[in-house]
């Protein structure tokens, strides 16, 4: 089954704490991107990746890192999580970065930092 | 920079069309009107998009204006199950706005 797959679907940890959230797709897909979602701001795009070793901060990179080795995997880093990043995270894909190639989402990872 | 304006929230009545519109008057002659829509705290999910022409699915149809500054997404026959926040997309990389809370009722 085509899907983006992200892990894990929820995560709480503490100030200052090192995290990874993965995310995968079996598409084949080159686009990949990351937004996070907090109430009254909609999703806002964290970094995305038109290929394997191509990335570009979005609107809100800011504490965030990624890294895209392979071409099915793009992991979210933060180096070091503060209660604002608190959020559900998404991860998307698509076949490529054109004006008419739909996007895949992941089904969401809510992270709590405390 | 193609930006999009739709209602904060709608209603519709179970099994009657439901016409969710979207105004992007600043669209580029190459920007595709894409619509997803989010059900809960789900990934959002890709609906229809289309450049100038109307466009049909399974799911919903899409009506673009001449002028392309507006189109309309419609769902024929809602069912509770399309309750959701519908979100139009003109731009890549694509960038969500607030969308329409579409409420369906019994």
């Known amino acids: 089954e085509a899907q983006v797959t992200q892990n894990p679907r929820y995560l709480i940890t503490v100030t200052g704490k090192k995290l990874t959230v993965t995310c995968s797709q079996n598409?084949?897909?080159?686009?990949m991107s990351w937004y996070r979602q907090d109430p009254g701001l909609g999703l806002r795009q964290i970094y995305y990746?038109?290929?394997?070793?191509?990335?570009d901060k979005g609107d809100v990179p800011e504490g965030y890192k990624v890294s895209r080795k392979e071409k099915r995997n793009f992991p979210l880093i933060l180096e070091s999580p503060s209660p604002n990043q608190t959020s559900l995270y998404f991860c998307?894909?698509?076949?490529?970065?054109?004006?008419?190639?739909?996007?895949?989402f992941g089904s969401g990872t809510q992270l709590s930092v405390l | 920079d193609a930006k999009t304006t739709q209602p904060t929230s709608m209603d519709c009545a179970e099994g009657r069309a439901a016409n969710l519109p979207c105004n992007h008057s600043?669209?580029?002659?190459?920007?595709?009107v894409y619509w997803y829509r989010q059900i809960h705290s789900q990934g959002p999910q890709y609906i229809i998009h289309?450049?100038?022409n109307n466009e049909t699915n399974e799911m919903a149809s899409l009506i673009i204006t001449e002028d392309r500054k507006s189109s309309t997404l419609i769902l024929p026959h809602a069912t509770l199950r399309d309750t959701a926040v519908y979100y139009c997309?003109?731009?890549?990389?694509?960038?969500f706005g607030a969308g329409t809370r579409l409420t369906v009722k019994p």
């Open positions: 600043t669209i580029s002659g190459n920007e595709y």
């Open positions: 998307a894909s698509s076949l490529g970065y054109a004006t008419n190639e739909k996007l895949f």
């Open positions: 990746s038109m290929n394997v070793e191509v990335t």
């Open positions: 289309g450049l100038k």
């Open positions: 997309i003109v731009r890549v990389p694509m960038r």
């Open positions: 598409m084949n897909h080159e686009y």
